[in-house]
């Protein structure tokens, strides 16, 4: 099972000191919690994709190119990457880009976005959320797998003769993970692929999760890519620790108290209980998060938020240390023994390079350019 | 005899509550209703008091919690509705609308509706027309063309102004009741059904 972290980008005033960090404060903080995230022995880091403020990452690619190029066991990932207002022939290309760049230590999830505004912002609309999401995605796949694609579709221009480059590192595209809170039909899309499916599995009660991954497991078994307890599962969750249950909450509650998401509303008490949120010793995180299983069943991906609501870096970096420490360590060896044998873990590159039958250069190589009908090798001759 | 489940809402703040007086009176006329037309009616009363919080916690978290959850289920999962709330500033009171607004905006497509209100004054009776029956319309709940509302000269004076609350609520529960016995049960929508569109449909796109 695959741990790590994943990261709104949101940028919001420390409500214990008044103060509310620069934009380039926030992304030099989210660089060194991904390194943190390495160094501490974390499998994944994912950043999300926004297009407005209080957030800063409208770009993830450039982020997890910077990260790849300063670590080199992590696995890169988005949450999410905006499916519907991203032209797929961009995601084609810049993921296969960060996926040279990475050696394959990238995957991506899918998204919608949930802010009506956004939309219009890159001539699209929210109503046509779905729409968008299965027609890009359906152009993004063919982008990767065929070299030459002719496309014809509602929402962008035609290809024709068109050629994605970089070609997807060794032949394998990224692992793609689907992300939807409660849209059963981005569940069903996942399922219809075979890719995984995430549930960000915070901020909302647990049966919502529960009921979306019955359905993508019941759907993936239906397609035929293996039994349901087979289906490729990803969950959040949102945790603050403290060797001491009684210190984390007493620190945590004012970042409670006045998040964006929940702030101002139901308790600590109350939200712990109704969602997967977790404030306590280490111990009790553990125990919360072993517990996710009984009603997802064995799943292969664990992403903890961290560092929302403005948490302080040097917090931030504490909540890693004891993840990695004593969290993570604990957790992977639990899950492992409770895995039947049959149920997979997360896909990797080099676990879908083996599937594919080993690797293979992808590259296209243009048989002379259009114009002049010359080949690159005819010119240097 | 079929059943049918009433869902009754309540938005009274005090206890005793008017408002509540009059849903209890428009519910047992609505289960006299359906028996006279073969039906029997299983009932259950969500008191919006109770839940003042709860609607409050879902306003910033955006879910219900449990205790509403257990609400919201009764109220969409009915078939029938009476939905009875007091009038401030000349419209329902803003625990009766968190109430709807938190409710999928589909829960109550083609629910038949009763719509109770009380007021301090009887100059306050058109709420029920300009306020209660354009947010059911835009629920496409199907409200009733009698609407009851009760003023204080409507519960003084015994039988000299008994009938005429008592005929009001009388029309009403016929009114309701017709709607209830004349559509099947209910039938639970359920999300997480296989889907009816397959997803090669949904890829071939609308219209294809």
Known sequence: MQFGVFTVSDITQDPTTGRTPTEAERLRAVLAIAQKAEEVGLDVFALGEHHNPPFFSSSPTTTLAWIAARTTTLQLSTATTLITTNDPVKIAEDYAMLQHLAGGRVDLMMGRGNTGPVYPWFGQDIRNGIELAVENYALLRRLWTEDVVDWQGKYRTPLQGFTSTPRPLDGVPPFVWHGSIRSPQIAEQAAYYGDGFFHNHIFWPKEHTQRMVEFYRRRYAHYGHGAADQAIVGLGGQVFMRRRSQDAVDEFRPYFDNAPVYGHGPSLEDFSRETPLTVGSPQQVIERTLGFRDYVGDYQRQLFLIDHAGLPLKTVLEQLDILGEEVVPVLRREFAALKPAHVPDAPTHASRVAAAGGARDATVHTGGDGVTGRTAEAVTR | ?208
Do not use: C
């Open chain 2, 1 to 208: 005899m079929s059943t049918r489940t009433l869902a009754v809402v309540s938005a009274g703040l005090g206890n005793p509550s008017s408002t509540r007086l009059l849903a209890d009176r428009l519910t047992t006329a609505a289960i006299e209703a359906l028996g006279e037309r073969g039906v029997s009616a299983t009932v259950e009363v969500v008191e919006l008091r109770q839940h003042a919080r709860d609607l409050a916690d879902n306003l910033t978290s955006g879910f219900a919690n449990e205790s509403l959850r257990g609400a919201v289920e009764t109220v969409a999962g009915a078939d029938g509705l009476i939905a009875v709330t007091p009038i401030f500033s000349a419209s329902y009171s803003g625990l009766f609308k968190t109430f709807f607004d938190v409710l999928d905006k589909d829960a109550l497509t083609g629910t038949p509706v009763l719509m109770g209100a009380t007021a301090g004054t009887a100059r306050h009776s058109l709420a029920l027309e300009h306020a209660l029956r354009p947010l059911f319309a835009y629920l496409r709940a199907t409200a009733v063309p009698t609407a009851v509302f009760a003023a204080p000269e409507d519960w003084a004076g015994g039988d000299s102004s008994g009938p005429a609350l008592t005929g009001r609520v009388r029309r009403a529960a016929g009114e309701l009741a017709d709607l209830v016995a004349g559509r099947p049960p209910a039938a639970p929508d359920d999300p997480f059904a296989d889907p009816a569109t397959s997803f090669e449909d949904l890829l071939r796109g609308p219209g294809a």
